[in-house]
C-alpha cells in the first residue's frame, strides 16, 4: 500500500466527484418518466435493470477511460473482459446500486465510483441523488459528507459496542429467515431498512446506524468498493461474513462469503456471535 499512503489521488477524486454528480443528474431525468424494466440476460435471479442505469454507466465509463486511458474498468452494465486483470488500478463502479429503489421511486439508489489499486480500495465516491447527498474519501483523507448549502463535514462512527443498543441497518428486500434469526440472537431492538449498500453504509458514517451484515452472496464488487473506503475512512471497517478482507479486481466479481460493516469499535465481537450462527446455517468460507 506505499503508493496509496503518499498518493493523494487529487485527480481522480475531482473526476470521480463530478462523474458521479452529473450521472446522477441524468438519472433523475428518468426519475419522472414511464419506467421500463428489463431483466439482465445473464443473472439467475431477478436482477432489474433500466435504461438510467445503462446511461450512467455510459457517461462514467467514457469519463474515466478519457482521463485515466491506463485504468483497468469493472462496470455493472459494461461486458466484464479479462483485461482488467492485469491492470494494477481498476475503477469499480455501480452506475445506480438500489435500481429497485429508483423503480419503486423511494429515493433508495446511489451512484458508487471506487478505485482499486493491487485489490484494495483506496477512494470512493457515492452520490444519493435524490437528495444530493454526497460521501467520498481517499485513503489517509478521511471521509466526507457533502450537501448543497453546507461546508463538507467529517464522518465518524459511533463507538457502540451493545448489540442491544445497536441499531442495524437491513435491507429493504431480500430479507431471510435465516437474517431475522441473527436479529434475535443478537437481540437488536431497532433497524432502519433501507436499499443500496451504499445508502447503508452512509447510515454508519452519519451514526444513524452501528452495523449492515448482508448474509447472501448477492452483493458484487461494485456495491462494496467505493462504499467500502468511505466506511474505512471514518473510523469503520468492511469484511466478509468471517472477518476476512474482500479483495477487488479479482475473477470472481460476487462477495461468496457476504458482507458485514460495522463501526469498527464492535467489528470483533459482531464476527465472534456471528461465527456459531454461520456454523448453524452450515456457511463455511469459499
Given amino acids: 500500500m506505499s503508493e496509496a499512503k503518499f498518493h493523494t489521488y487529487e485527480k481522480e477524486l475531482e473526476v470521480g466527484v463530478r462523474l458521479a454528480r452529473e450521472a446522477g443528474a441524468a438519472i433523475l431525468d428518468y426519475y419522472d418518466q414511464p419506467i421500463v424494466v428489463e431483466q439482465k440476460k445473464d443473472a439467475s435471479d431477478f436482477e432489474p435493470v433500466t435504461q438510467a442505469d445503462r446511461t450512467a454507466n455510459e457517461l462514467i465509463v467514457s469519463g474515466i477511460r478519457e482521463a485515466f486511458p491506463d485504468d483497468g474498468i469493472l462496470a455493472e452494465e459494461s461486458v466484464d473482459t479479462d483485461r482488467r486483470l492485469e491492470k494494477p488500478r481498476v475503477w469499480v463502479i455501480d452506475p445506480m446500486d438500489g435500481t429497485n429503489g429508483f423503480i419503486n421511486r423511494d429515493g ?46 467529517l464522518a465518524t462512527v459511533s463507538n457502540n459496542e451493545e448489540p442491544a443498543s445497536m441499531r442495524l441497518a437491513a435491507s429493504r428486500s431480500h430479507r431471510s429467515p435465516r437474517m431475522d434469526q441473527v436479529v434475535q440472537a443478537f437481540g437488536f431492538k431497532e433497524e432502519v431498512r433501507r436499499g443500496s449498500v451504499g445508502v447503508k453504509i452512509g ?12 448474509l447472501s452472496s448477492r452483493t458484487k464488487q461494485w456495491d462494496t468498493c467505493a462504499p467500502e473506503i468511505i466506511l474505512r475512512e471514518s473510523g469503520g471497517r468492511l469484511t466478509d461474513l468471517f472477518g476476512g478482507e474482500l ?28 461465527a456459531p450462527l454461520l456454523a448453524q446455517f452450515g456457511r463455511l468460507p469459499v
Fill in 108 to 153: 433508495d439508489f446511489a451512484v458508487q465510483i471506487g478505485l482499486a489499486v493491487n485489490g484494495i480500495p483506496v477512494l470512493g465516491v457515492v452520490y444519493q441523488p435524490l437528495p444530493g447527498v454526497l460521501y467520498r474519501a481517499v485513503h489517509g483523507g478521511g471521509s466526507w459528507i457533502e450537501r448543497a448549502g453546507f461546508p463538507p463535514q
Fill in 247 to 274: 479483495r477487488y479486481n479479482s475473477r470472481q466479481v460476487k462477495n461468496e462469503n457476504g458482507v458485514v460493516a460495522t463501526n469498527g469499535w464492535s467489528h470483533p465481537m459482531v464476527i465472534g456471535k456471528l
Fill in 203 to 214: 447510515l454508519i458514517i452519519e451514526r444513524q446506524c452501528d452495523l449492515y451484515i448482508h
